[in-house]
Antibody
Framework: DVQLVESGGGVVQPGGSLRLSCAAS????????MHWVRQAPGKGLEWVSL????????FYADFLKGRFIISRDNSKNSLSLQMSNLRTEDTALYFC???????????????WGQGTLVTVSP | AVQMTQSPSSLSASVGDTVSITCRPS??????LAWYQQKPNSAPKLLIY???SLQRGVPSRFSGSSSGGDFTLTISSLHPEDFATYYC?????????FGQGTRVEI
């Protein structure tokens, strides 16, 4: 079974940095694009970023303005999100998700982790 | 970015009712539209992909369609476990974008 486990969340001050990780198992990790999606407390889902299976194509939400970097280590079945210059509005539960299609450059997120909470507060 | 306008934001229904939720994209997205269900304190669950394809394991009372550029999720004969929040997602053009969500309440 597909398993995705996020970690690295916590409390950080505005302007600070945080690195999220997602440990993947149960599927051929390097065959699938991976997503980050976030959800602020009591709010809707917000797509954040995607990286393709090989790790050489990345895409980001417009609102990030270069503050986040997605990466992956296929030798460790691991996905990361390096977040810098954090703002209070980045406070959210961050989910990693596996794409539905093998070898796709990006499609519907299919399997999701349970998320890791990031709180940006003075 | 393609904006997804989802409606209604909430609706009240009873067990056995049929309900529909609509998403309208701000640009052409082909058939690249997915629907998700989310229950409190849980991760989203993929219901429908490519407008009308049912994800394996999802009951057939869930269906998706499109007409005139609008996309619709229909839940036929609501079950008690269907009361949740539903989101559309366009995965045609980066950045991908979600609708605002529809809360289906009893």
């Amino acid at each position: 079974d597909v398993q995705l486990v996020e970690s690295g969340g916590g409390v950080v001050q505005p302007g600070g940095s945080l690195r999220l990780s997602c440990a993947a198992s149960g599927f051929d990790f390097d065959d699938f694009a991976m997503h980050w999606v976030r959800q602020a407390p009591g709010k809707g889902l917000e797509w954040v970023s995607l990286i393709n299976g090989g790790g050489f194509s990345t895409f980001y939400a417009d609102f990030l303005k270069g503050r986040f970097i997605i990466s992956r280590d296929n030798s460790k079945n691991s996905l990361s999100l390096q977040m810098s210059n954090l703002r209070t509005e980045d406070t959210a539960l961050y989910f990693c998700a596996k794409d539905r299609l093998r070898y796709s450059s990006g499609g519907s997120p299919e399997s999701w982790g349970q998320g890791t909470l990031v709180t940006v507060s003075p | 970015a393609v904006q997804m306008t989802q409606s209604p934001s909430s609706l009240s229904a009873s067990v056995g009712d049929t309900v529909s939720i609509t998403c309208r994209p701000s640009a052409v997205i082909g058939n690249a539209l997915a629907w998700y269900q989310q229950k409190p304190n849980s991760a989203p669950k993929l219901l429908i992909y490519a407008t009308s394809s049912l994800q394996r394991g999802v009951p057939s009372r869930f269906s998706g369609s499109s007409s005139g550029g609008d996309f619709t999720l229909t839940i036929s004969s609501l079950h008690p476990e269907d009361f949740a929040t539903y989101y559309c997602l366009q995965d045609s053009t980066f950045p991908f974008t979600f609708g605002q969500g529809t809360r289906v309440e009893i």
